[in-house]
């Protein structure tokens, strides 16, 4: 079984490239951010502020949990307790609670958990921000994808505005931004952070088209050797 592990801070393009390459290699695709979102969003569904959630809490949380994940015309879907919440898990509010509930180890473990049971006995591209350095450390291929954090933001932005959300401005995007690399590259368990075989490629003003070239290229030398 091959398995591709692409990271990097928010914004990246990270979901974009692997949806491609899973989909041009026949591999499945795990958006691993959508797991975290969810979870962020069952929290803030049963009245909890994120500044008072623990360990306890979220133990006490799982009871009232269930997710399945499916895949609809090759797009993942998130089906947290019987509803479809693919685009809830999308606003600015549960992006941050997600970063914030990602820093606790009840929620660290039981994710990656899933997340490794997920790989097992398929070829998949998975997405995150510790999937190389600690998810799937034996990765037969890893991915590291950075861009400046104007050109994130600025792709972040576009992304809302397509989807219809024009209240938001690009600034508290970037502010928005700059606040959850802090929170998942300072936290203690599983830190984002470049995993020591991974290959770091910059997408800063490149085309999708030109990103993807880059990645493909190191795929190919990964697993064909040339
Ligand atoms: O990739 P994303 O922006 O959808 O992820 C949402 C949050 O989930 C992110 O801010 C940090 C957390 N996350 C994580 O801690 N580990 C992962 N493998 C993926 C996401």
Redesign the pocket.
Known sequence: MISIAI?G???AG??TMAKIIAKENGFIYL???????AF?LHVLNNNYSIDEINNDIVKELYDSFSLDIQYVEDKQQMILNNENVSNR??TPEV??A??????LPA??EY??KM?REFAKNKNVV??????GS??LKDADVKIFLTAAVEDRARRRFEELREKGNTEVTFEEVLEDMKL?DK??SS?EI?P?TKAEDAVEINTTGLEIEQSLELIRKVIKEKLCGF
Do not use: C, E, H, W
Not at 98 to 103: D, G, K, L, Y
């Open positions: 990271d801070p928010s914004g990270k979901s958006d691993t951010g959508a797991m975290y979102r962020a898990i999308r992006s941050l997600a970063s914030r509930i990602a820093t929620v660290r994710f990656v997340q998975m997405d995150g921000r510790d999937i600690n998810v959850r929170i998942d936290r599983a984002l």
